[in-house]
């Protein structure tokens, strides 16, 4: 089954507003409190917003018959949320994989972990999308035929072409 990979967070969800509002009431980044509120189902629901280029790709590849699997290092506590932002983009995954409870390995081991089980488990992952190029190094080190798509801001570009995708998935 022919797949890409979309990450949550910088991809389909823009979530600067939450991370934002995380920083100004914790008054620090990487503490406790910090991530207690960034982390938050509700504060998630309620500042997050989707991301338009993200959700525009990830829809036409569905049109196109590719299957759509979101990996995020998002902890598993924020599937139902997670999954409703994803719904409410016109957005229905194959698959969702999330952090575990108690996971606090690095993203970008997450991604490569997530991906290769997805390739295990009868995947063709054709391209991966994330907004963190430590990420798509991991990933696409797994997925060394897939085309490697770095998002920022509002655009995307294609940081290693791969073998079974389009020649520019930034532009559909």
């Not at 939450?18 to 620090?28: E, I, M, P, S």
């Not at 194959?94 to 952090?99: D, F, I, Q």
């Amino acid at each position: 089954m022919k797949a890409a990979v979309f990450d949550v967070d910088g991809v389909l969800i823009y979530s600067v507003e939450r991370y934002n509002y995380a920083v100004t009431r914790a008054g620090c980044t990487d503490c406790p409190r910090f991530w207690r509120l960034f982390l938050d189902p509700r504060v998630v629901v309620e500042l997050d917003r989707p991301r338009p280029l993200g959700v525009e790709l990830a829809r036409l590849r569905a049109f196109q018959g590719i299957k759509i699997l979101v990996v995020t290092g998002r902890p598993e506590n924020l599937r139902r949320a997670t999954l409703a932002q994803l719904r409410e983009a016109g957005i229905r995954p194959a698959r969702l994989l999330m952090r575990g409870p108690g996971d606090s390995r690095p993203e970008p081991v997450v991604k490569r972990d997530a991906v290769e089980t997805l390739i295990y488990g009868g995947y063709e992952v054709a391209e991966i999308h994330d907004d963190n190029v430590d990420s798509l190094h991991a990933a696409g080190g797994v997925a060394r035929s897939a085309t490697l798509v770095l998002h920022s801001d509002d655009t995307c570009m294609v940081y290693r072409r791969g073998l079974l995708a389009p020649p520019n998935p930034c532009r559909g």
